[in-house]
């Protein structure tokens, strides 16, 4: 029965897609070419550019825990996701640095 499902999925449908590999045509455009077992299907995904990932990491470093929500909205490119996660990662690790050494220069003027 099982096999006889699997012929019977489409070309487009999501157990042909996951079955194949993937590789990048190219660039920014952002094409991915999935092989299947009988068929190879384009599937357009938006990567981004350079430009966005800056604009993502500013963004992100800046307004930090606010642009959480825009890693789920499908209109925002992969790396401007990518840089959102980045700048809120060193946003993070500065706070965490800095709160480090307050408390580091507290313990020292509390042993005076």
Do not use: C, Y
């Not at 990662?89 to 507290?106: L, P």
Request: hydrophobic share 45%; charged share 15%; proline share 1%.
């Amino acid at each position: 029965m099982e096999v006889e499902w699997m012929q019977r999925q489409s070309a487009n449908s999501e157990f042909r897609v996951n079955l194949g590999r993937g590789r990048g045509l190219g660039g920014d455009t952002g094409e991915i070419e999935w092989q299947g077992s009988e068929t190879s299907t384009i599937i357009s995904a938006s990567l981004g550019t350079e430009r966005d990932f800056i604009w993502g990491f500013i963004l992100g470093f800046f307004v930090g825990f606010f642009l959480l929500f825009w890693i789920w909205m499908p209109s925002v490119s992969h790396r401007q996701k990518l840089g959102i996660l980045a700048g809120i990662g060193v946003q993070m690790f500065f706070n965490m640095s800095v709160r480090g050494g307050m408390e580091g220069e507290a313990a020292g003027l509390a042993g005076v």
